[in-house]
């Protein structure tokens, strides 16, 4: 049997008001073990030390120092050390509104392909983002930490020419798609699978194993996945995180609490003070 030992990093989570649609995060020496789950923005890891195993499809992806890893939202994926060795990283999280303002001439609406982007040689486009993450932790600079993410997401852009696998709107099985609109309108309200096996007239087996294969997670740890993302959103307007925990749906703060930090690393209450 495998003993998780206490992790005696950090991770801090925050955002700068100059820049409007960048969530910025900073580990720091943490052995933190990530569970499936997805980002409502683009994340965007820049790998500083250790060698992270990044899992979302196979084969399984080893970071390492000077890798860059990007997300699309809604991807599914799970992030974990690959040895005993602690991990530095920095990530950025890019609101959609954000990538397009940056990559986008005025009037064009299609954003490039990020779902899943592996650049691990680009040291200058490493160095540039790291840079701009920086400024954006200091204060130093936000003008010229504005350039810097701008023109290195440009940079990323390009390597958005080479194929990826992408599940284009519509080739998941219908009953799959209305499973997921279902849940996106009520994330919030406490669901049976057998609610969803009479929604579409499926067997829940079925149901379940062609919503994972489809989707990454089975329906329940999506709708949990979807309160989270909420509860983020409502945090960073300033709502209490009891109050929160309610909103979206959870038992109570200490459900909310302990699923959020399993996932982002922080606390909700510490999540809200970095905001």
């Known amino acids: 049997m495998v003993r998780m030992k206490q992790d005696a990093g950090r991770i801090r989570i925050w955002r700068n008001d100059a820049l409007a649609g960048v969530e910025l995060l900073r580990a720091s020496g943490t052995q933190h073990h990530f569970p499936k789950h997805f ?23 080893a970071l390492k120092p000077g890798n860059i890893n990007v997300l699309a939202p809604g991807v599914v994926h799970m992030c974990l050390p690959a040895d005993e060795q602690a991990l530095n990283y920095r990530c950025l999280f890019v609101s959609p509104a954000f990538l397009q303002y940056a990559v986008l001439d005025p009037g064009a609406t299609r954003l490039p392909l990020f779902e899943r982007l592996l650049c ?16 954006l932790e200091t204060d130093d600079d936000a003008f010229e930490a504005e350039t810097l993410l701008t023109s290195g997401l440009a940079a990323l852009a390009t390597y958005s020419g ?10 998941e099985p219908r009953h799959v798609t209305t499973i997921r609109e279902f849940l996106d309108a009520n994330y919030d309200r406490r669901i049976a699978l057998a609610d969803l096996a009479r929604l579409v007239r499926l067997n829940p087996v079925y149901l379940v194993r062609s919503f994972r294969s489809s989707v990454g997670l089975p329906p329940h740890a999506y709708q949990r996945q979807l309160r989270l993302s909420r509860a983020r959103q409502l945090l960073r307007l300033g709502t209490p995180p009891a109050e929160v925990a309610e909103m979206v749906g959870f038992a109570d703060q200490s459900h909310l609490s302990r699923l959020f930090k399993q996932t982002t690393g922080v606390t909700p209450a510490d ?5």
């Open 271 to 275: 999540y809200a003070k970095g905001l």
């Open 162 to 171: 080479q194929p990826h696998a992408r599940m284009e709107a519509g080739s």
């Open 120 to 135: 691990l040689g680009d040291l200058e486009l490493f160095q540039s983002l790291g840079n701009a993450h920086r400024y």
């Open 39 to 61: 980002h409502d923005a683009y994340a965007i890891h820049l790998h500083e030390r250790g060698t992270m195993a990044f899992q979302y499809g196979q084969p399984q992806v």
